[in-house]
C-alpha cells in the first residue's frame, strides 16, 4: 500500500462512470492525479474524462485486479457496487469508503435498521421481505404508506404509494416479492440534506444545509442556505457527524432528511458525493469532488464555506423533448453556471446537467432559478 498522503502524480481509481464519476476525475486530474475509472459502458461520462476507462462489469475480477494494482486509492460513485468488489480491491490498494459502511447503505432494509439500532429518527417503517410481514408492516406504519424496494432503487424508482391493505398486497406482488421497507408517510414540510466528509482520524468538514425540492422522486433543485431555523441546521450537522461517526466512515457522504412537525427524521444515506451537494461546485471554498479527492488521498480536508447563496437547478432529458434546452438564455446571465455531463441521449428524467444560481440575495437566485427552470 502506499503511503499517505498521496500526492499529485499518483494515480486514483472510481467504480461507476456517472456524472459523479466524472466530476471526481475532473477534480482529480485538475489536482495533478491520474484517473482510472471502470465502468462497462463505452461511453460514460467519466471514461470521457479520464486517463484510462477500464470497460468491464464491477465484478469483473480481471477488471478488479488491474484496477486495484494500478491505483494508489479506490473510491466509488454509487453505492450499487458489490461490497465484495471493494473488498477484493482492498487486497491491493486503499479503498474508502469501505465495504462495510457502503453494504449497510445500499441496502434499504439494513440502513433503515441500522438508523433505529443507532437511535437516529426516521419514518415509521417495517421490513417486509414475506406476504406474512404485511399486516404487521402495515399496523407499524399505518396508511398511507410507501413500500420501498430494498436494493437498487434510485430517484423514486422500485416505489409505490399505498392507501390500504389491499392496495399493499398487490404493490408487494407487483416488486415479486423481493425484501422491501414498508415506510410510513410523513407530513413533508420540507427535505434538507448535508454533504460531509469523514478523514481516517475522524475528523469532519461538513458542507452547509442544502433545502432540497422533489419531483416525481427526483431533486430538482437545492437551495442553500437552507431556509429552516438556525437550531435545525446545527442538528443536522449534528446528525449527519454522529451518523458518519458511527459507521467509521471515510471519504465524502451525504445524509437526506425529512422535516416532519417541526423534527428532522434520517431519510437515506449515500455513501458518495451527491446531487444536493452540486451547489459545492461553484458556490464553496472547496467543492464535494475536491472533498472526495482529499479524503480519498488522505489529505486535509477542505474549507467548506459559502462563499455565496446559490440555487442549483436539475437539468433532465425532458428538456430534450420540445426543442430545448436553450442554452442561449441560461448562459446570457453572468451569474448562472452551467455544467453538463456529456451523455449523447437523452432520455425523460435522466441527469443532463444542472446549473448554479449564484446571488448575494437568496431571493434573487432562487427567482432567477425558477425563471430559468421555465424557459429552458
Ligand atoms: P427516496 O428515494 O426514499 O428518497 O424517496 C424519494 C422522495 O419521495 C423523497 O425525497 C420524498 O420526497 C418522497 N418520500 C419518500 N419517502 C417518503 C415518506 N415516508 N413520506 C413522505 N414522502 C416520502
Redesign the pocket.
Known amino acids: 500500500m502506499s503511503k499517505l498522503p498521496l500526492l499529485p502524480g499518483a494515480t486514483l481509481g472510481i467504480l461507476g462512470g456517472g456524472q459523479l464519476g466524472r466530476m471526481f476525475t475532473i477534480a482529480a486530474r485538475t489536482m495533478g492525479y491520474k484517473v482510472m475509472v471502470l465502468d462497462p459502458d463505452p461511453q460514460s461520462p467519466a471514461g470521457q474524462m479520464a486517463d484510462v476507462h477500464l470497460q468491464a462489469d464491477y465484478t469483473d475480477h480481471g477488471a478488479l485486479k488491474k484496477l486495484g494494482e494500478a491505483c494508489a486509492a479506490v473510491t466509488t460513485e454509487f453505492e450499487n457496487v458489490p461490497a465484495e468488489s471493494l473488498i477484493e480491491l482492498a487486497k491491493n490498494c486503499r479503498v474508502s469508503p469501505g465495504a462495510d459502511a457502503v453494504a449497510i447503505v445500499q441496502d ?1 432494509s439494513r440502513e433503515k435498521s441500522w438508523l433505529a439500532d443507532n437511535g437516529f429518527a426516521t ?1 415509521p417503517f417495517a421490513l417486509i421481505n414475506n406476504e406474512a410481514d404485511l399486516e404487521a408492516g402495515a399496523k407499524a406504519t399505518g396508511f398511507p ?2 413500500l ?1 424496494v430494498s436494493r437498487f ?4 424508482k422500485g ?1 409505490f404509494r399505498v392507501a390500504s391493505a389491499e392496495e399493499l398486497k398487490a404493490a408487494f406482488a407487483e416488486l415479486k416479492g423481493i425484501a422491501c421497507v414498508l ?6 414540510e420540507r ?1 434538507v440534506s448535508v454533504v460531509l466528509a469523514r478523514d481516517d482520524a475522524g475528523q469532519c468538514a461538513l458542507f452547509p444545509v442544502a433545502e ?1 425540492r ?1 419531483e416525481n ?1 427526483i ?1 430538482d433543485v437545492s437551495i442553500v442556505p437552507a431556509r429552516v431555523a438556525d437550531a435545525l441546521a446545527q442538528t443536522a450537522i449534528d446528525m449527519a457527524r454522529n451518523v458518519a461517526g458511527k459507521l467509521g466512515y471515510v471519504g465524502v457522504m451525504a445524509v ?1 432528511f ?1 422535516v ?1 412537525d417541526g423534527k428532522l427524521l434520517v ?2 444515506i449515500a455513501p458518495r458525493p451527491h446531487n444536493s451537494g452540486h451547489y459545492t461546485l461553484d458556490a464553496c471554498a472547496t467543492d464535494q469532488f475536491e472533498q472526495q479527492v482529499r479524503a480519498l488521498c488522505g489529505l486535509p480536508l477542505g474549507d467548506t464555506r459559502l462563499l455565496s447563496p446559490v440555487v442549483m437547478v436539475n437539468i433532465l432529458g425532458d428538456r430534450w423533448v420540445n426543442g430545448g434546452p436553450h442554452w442561449d438564455k441560461l448562459l446570457a446571465h453572468p451569474n448562472i453556471k452551467l455544467h453538463l455531463y456529456g451523455k449523447e441521449t437523452a432520455r425523460p428524467g435522466r441527469k443532463m446537467g444542472h446549473f448554479n444560481v449564484l446571488d448575494a440575495n437568496l431571493d434573487e437566485a432562487l427567482s432567477l432559478a425558477e425563471n430559468m427552470r421555465q424557459k429552458l
Request: avoid cysteine; proline fraction near 0%.
Open positions: 434499504r419514518a404508506a410507501i420501498k432503487g434510485y430517484d423514486g416505489q415506510e410510513g408517510f410523513v407530513n413533508l427535505e432540497n422533489h422522486g431533486l437526506e425529512f416532519a431519510n437515506e
